[in-house]
T-cell receptor, first 109, second 112 residues
Framework: TQLLEQSPQFLSIQEGENLTVYCNSSSVFSSLQWYRQEPGEGPVLLVTVVTGGEVKKLKRLTFQFGDARKDSSLHITAAQPGDTGLYLCAGDTGNQFYFGTGTSLTVIP | DAGVIQSPRHEVTEMGQEVTLRCKPISGHDYLFWYRQTMMRGLELLIYFNNNVPIDDSGMPEDRFSAKMPNASFSTLKIQPSEPRDSAVYFC??????????FGPGTRLTVT
């Protein structure tokens, strides 16, 4: 059983389209992070959110932490081929650190 | 800064053999994490250290796995004896007091 479920698991879209990735749990997290991983490399941190309801923007990426700090979403506007990769959410309960199941995104030129 | 360094990058071994994976964290980072990534189970935390002391090893699959951190600049993850189901990419990550973990490039282990 995974503590953090991501959806969708796989996503293939055309360049220019928008998309949203979800990260859900029944547990409360003190902080939640989003990472992107490219083939043959380790995950790289994109953002950390710590406050319920918090919204952070990173260029075309918008991250939101749920009010109850149990879920999060990542929205990408006008996706580009360079956005292709595995997106992972990760939550810190204070005692443990868990990674989500991952969303594999492919942006087709 | 060279980042987190892992060796070897690839390891192919036969079932029953001992495997040792190595990690050099970023200088000054107090936390070191070992993860395993597979298609089926995703990224799993195996163990983490704080100031060279193992804090939580509840993710270590079984007694065949062991990890050490003899000093602040070196850690090992050992599998003895290895089994085909241990095949995975093993990542080491380090962190200071902040939230961000910096991952190494990983070691791809294949046990035949």
């Amino acid at each position: 059983t995974q503590l953090l479920e991501q959806s969708p698991q796989f996503l293939s879209i055309q360049e220019g389209e928008n998309l949203t990735v979800y990260c859900n749990s029944s547990s409360v997290f003190s902080s939640l992070q989003w990472y992107r991983q490219e083939p043959g490399e380790g995950p790289v941190l994109l953002v950390t959110v710590v406050t319920g309801g918090e919204v952070k923007k990173l260029k075309r990426l918008t991250f939101q932490f749920g009010d109850a700090r149990k879920d999060s979403s990542l929205h990408i506007t006008a996706a580009q081929p360079g956005d292709t990769g595995l997106y992972l959410c990760a939550g810190d309960t204070g005692n443990q650190f868990y990674f989500g199941t991952g969303t594999s995104l492919t942006v087709i030129p | 800064d060279a980042g987190v360094i892992q060796s070897p990058r690839h390891e192919v071994t036969e079932m029953g053999q001992e495997v040792t994976l190595r990690c050099k964290p970023i200088s000054g980072h107090d936390y070191l994490f070992w993860y395993r990534q597979t298609m089926m189970r995703g990224l799993e935390l195996l163990i983490y250290f704080n100031n060279n002391v193992p804090i939580d090893d509840s993710g270590m699959p079984e007694d065949r796995f062991s990890a050490k951190m003899p000093n602040a600049s070196f850690s090992t993850l050992k599998i003895q004896p290895s089994e085909p189901r241990d095949s995975a990419v093993y990542f080491c990550a380090s962190r200071s007091d902040g939230y961000e973990q910096y991952f190494g490039p990983g070691t791809r282990l294949t046990v035949t």
